[in-house]
C-alpha cells in the first residue's frame, strides 16, 4: 500500500461543509487541501490552501486540478461518473468512480446489499405510473416513492397512503425511474461510518441514532440506545459493505431498526452528517479518518470519549450562536454561509450529554 505522507496535496471536490472540515482535519496532520468548487465563497474555499474554480462536467479543468495534488476525494457522491474517472486517469480517486456508479443509484445500492445477503425495505423498480400499481399491489401501503438518483434531505420522495395517491406521487417525482419502498415502522434511525485502507484494514464509528425533522437530520445520539446484538449486526452491515465494494476511504451507512433486525436504507461513500459529533467527541473525527485511510495512515480511534448529541443548526437556528457559546459542554461549529435559507444546514453543535453520563 502506498503511503502519501504529511506535506503531499488532497483534492477534494466540492466546497460546502464536508470538504471544509476535511480540509481542517488534513491541514492538522500537515496535508494541503485544493478544492475543485464552483463558488470563491464556497465554505471549504474559504479555508483551504488551494482551489479550482469549475462545472463537474469541465473535463479540462478537472485535468488541470488532477495535475496539481496527489489524490483526491469528494463531499458530494453525486459528482458525475465520467468526471471521477476522468480524474482516474491521472491520480487515484476515492472514493473510486465504480463505487460512485453504485451509490448514485437507490436500486443499484439496496440491490447490492441484497446480494451480499443483507436485508433492506422490500421494494420494486418502477419505470410507469402502472409499473406503480403493480409495486404497490406487491408492497401494500402505505408505500414510499423515491427518485434513483439526486434524492437528499427526503427530497424527490412522495409517500403513497392511499391508492387515489398513485397518479399524482408518479407525476410528483418527474423523472422516468423511480424505486418503491414498503414503509418501514421503525422503532430507530441509526447509522455506522466505516473506514478502509487500500490494504482492507477497516474500522467502524459506533452506531449512532438520527433524528429527523421534515425530512432532514435534526439530531445525532451517540452512542444509540440499541442492544449489543443490534449494534453488532449495524456494524456487521456497514463492514460487508465497505468490504465488498472495496471502498477505500469512509463508507457511511443509514439503517432502520426494526423489530431488532437492522435493514439497509442508504449509503455514501464519503463523511456524513451523522458523524459530525466525532470531531469533538470521539479521539479520532470521521474527517480525520478519511484523510487517515486514503493516505494509508493508521486509522484512529473511533470510541466515543463521552456520550453526546449533535444538533443541526438549519436556516435561522443559527442564529442563536451566542447561546451555544455560553453553554458548558458545548462545541459550535458554524460552516461561513452568507444566507440562512430555511432548510440550510448552517453549522451544528455538539453537547455533551452530561444526564446519560451520570446513568450509565
Ligand atoms: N422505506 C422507508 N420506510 C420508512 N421511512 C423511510 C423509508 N425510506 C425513507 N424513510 C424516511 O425518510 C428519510 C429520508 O429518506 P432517505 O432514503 O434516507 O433519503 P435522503 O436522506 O437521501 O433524502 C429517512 O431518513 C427516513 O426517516
Ligand atoms: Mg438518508
Redesign the pocket.
Known amino acids: 500500500m502506498k503511503i502519501l505522507p504529511p506535506g503531499s496535496t488532497i483534492g477534494i471536490f466540492g466546497g460546502g461543509q464536508l470538504a471544509r472540515m476535511t480540509a481542517l482535519a488534513a491541514a492538522r496532520l500537515g496535508y494541503k487541501t485544493h478544492i475543485y468548487a464552483q463558488a470563491p465563497d464556497e465554505p471549504a474555499c474559504q479555508i483551504a490552501a488551494c482551489r479550482t474554480l469549475g462545472a463537474f462536467d469541465d473535463m479540462d479543468k478537472i485535468s488541470q486540478f488532477a495535475e496539481r495534488v496527489d489524490i483526491a476525494t469528494l463531499e458530494w457522491e453525486n459528482v458525475p461518473v465520467a468526471a471521477v474517472a476522468g480524474l482516474e486517469k491521472h491520480i487515484p480517486c476515492c472514493p473510486k468512480s465504480s463505487i460512485l456508479h453504485v451509490t448514485q443509484n437507490?436500486l443499484l445500492e439496496k440491490g447490492f446489499a441484497r446480494e451480499q445477503g443483507l436485508a433492506t425495505?422490500e421494494f420494486h423498480a418502477v419505470r410507469s405510473p402502472d409499473d406503480l400499481r403493480q409495486a404497490v399491489e406487491r408492497l401494500g401501503l402505505p408505500v414510499?416513492l423515491?427518485t434513483t438518483r439526486l434524492?437528499?434531505?427526503?427530497?424527490?420522495?412522495a409517500a403513497i397512503r392511499e391508492e387515489k395517491d398513485i397518479e399524482k406521487a408518479w407525476k410528483s417525482l418527474k423523472t422516468g425511474e423511480a424505486i418503491a419502498?414498503?414503509?418501514?415502522?421503525?422503532q430507530k434511525?441509526v447509522s455506522v461510518i466505516v473506514a478502509r485502507r487500500a490494504d482492507g484494514q477497516m474500522r467502524a464509528f459506533p452506531p449512532v441514532e438520527?433524528r429527523?425533522q421534515r425530512?432532514i437530520l435534526d439530531e445525532t445520539h451517540v452512542p444509540a440506545a440499541i442492544p449489543d446484538a443490534v449494534r453488532d449486526q449495524a456494524i456487521h452491515m456497514a463492514t460487508t459493505l465497505c468490504e465488498k465494494l472495496e471502498a477505500v476511504g469512509l463508507l457511511a451507512v443509514?439503517m432502520?431498526v426494526v423489530e431488532g433486525q437492522i435493514l439497509m436504507?442508504?449509503l455514501a461513500p464519503r463523511p456524513h452528517n451523522s458523524g459530525h459529533w466525532s470531531i469533538d467527541g470521539a479521539a479520532t473525527s470521521q474527517f480525520e479518518q478519511l484523510v487517515r485511510a486514503i493516505c494509508g495512515l493508521p486509522l484512529g480511534d473511533t470510541r466515543p470519549l463521552f456520550p453526546c448529541i449533535m444538533k443541526n443548526l438549519i436556516g435561522d437556528a443559527a442564529r442563536d450562536w451566542q447561546d451555544y457559546l455560553n453553554m458548558p459542554g458545548a462545541h459550535l461549529h458554524l460552516y461561513g454561509k452568507k444566507d440562512a435559507r430555511p432548510g440550510r444546514k448552517m453549522g451544528h453543535v455538539t453537547i455533551r450529554n452530561r444526564r446519560e453520563e451520570m446513568e450509565s
Open positions: 437507490r425495505p414510499i423515491k434524492g437528499y434531505d427526503g427530497k424527490g420522495q419502498e414498503a414503509f418501514v415502522p421503525f434511525e438520527n429527523h425530512g443509514e432502520f436504507n442508504e
